[in-house]
């Protein structure tokens, strides 16, 4: 039986490499550092326990290095809560739109939302984003997080969210 965690891995390494191979992709210094907030459906997938789930995260894209760290604090409805550090970079497809994979490993405590089965999770994520003006970017993101078999089981858990993005001064 393919586990569930290599299926969403394999989609998403097919969609870089789709964009890698078929668009005019742009990397380097970004915008500038900024806060990204979001608003989100946690076990938007499994629907076990579903919740709104906000997520707040500071990103350093004004670097001139292809991976660039961020950081990040998730809180669900349920009491859910996640701690993250990690690596994202910007691959811009136009000048208004850019696609922003990241990967960021951290600390999940349950409380009365999903168990995930360990207190060390790692979560994938692709957004889509638009630059609305030079102060504030929109867009969707699609994430996975999961404990790669480290748990006595690996539910995973996926949110689908909106995010706003502002530039720090």
């Given at each position: 039986?393919?586990?569930?965690?290599?299926v969403?891995?394999?989609?998403?390494?097919f969609v870089v490499?789709?964009?890698?191979?078929?668009?005019?992709i742009?990397?380097g210094?970004?915008p500038?550092?900024?806060?990204?907030?979001?608003t989100?459906?946690f076990?938007?997938?499994?629907?076990?326990?579903?919740?709104?789930?906000?997520?707040i995260?500071?990103r350093?894209n004004?670097?001139?290095w292809?991976?660039?760290?961020f950081?990040?604090?998730?809180?669900?409805?349920d009491?859910?809560?996640?701690?993250y550090?990690g690596?994202?970079?910007?691959?811009?497809?136009?000048?208004?739109f850019s696609l922003i994979?990241?990967?960021?490993?951290?600390?999940?405590?349950?409380?009365f939302?999903?168990?995930?089965?360990s207190l060390?999770?790692?979560?994938?994520?692709?957004?889509?984003?638009?630059?609305?003006?030079k102060?504030?970017?929109?867009g969707f993101?699609?994430?996975?997080?999961?404990?790669?078999?480290?748990?006595?089981s690996?539910?995973g858990?996926?949110?689908?969210?909106?995010?706003?993005?502002?530039p720090?001064?």
């Amino acid at each position: 039986m393919i586990r569930r965690g290599f299926v969403y891995g394999s989609i998403f390494l097919f969609v870089v490499v789709f964009i890698f191979a078929f668009s005019s992709i742009s990397f380097g210094k970004g915008p500038g550092d900024y806060i990204s907030i979001s608003t989100a459906i946690f076990d938007v997938l499994q629907n076990d326990i579903p919740s709104i789930e906000g997520r707040i995260e500071y990103r350093v894209n004004s670097a001139e290095w292809l991976l660039k760290p961020f950081a990040g604090f998730m809180a669900n409805a349920d009491g859910g809560r996640y701690i993250y550090a990690g690596l994202f970079f910007e691959i811009s497809i136009t000048d208004f739109f850019s696609l922003i994979p990241s990967f960021a490993p951290g600390f999940y405590i349950k409380n009365f939302s999903k168990d995930l089965h360990s207190l060390l999770e790692f979560r994938s994520q692709i957004e889509a984003v638009i630059d609305l003006s030079k102060n504030l970017r929109a867009g969707f993101s699609f994430n996975h997080i999961s404990n790669a078999s480290l748990g006595e089981s690996n539910p995973g858990v996926e949110s689908v969210a909106f995010t706003v993005q502002l530039p720090v001064p």
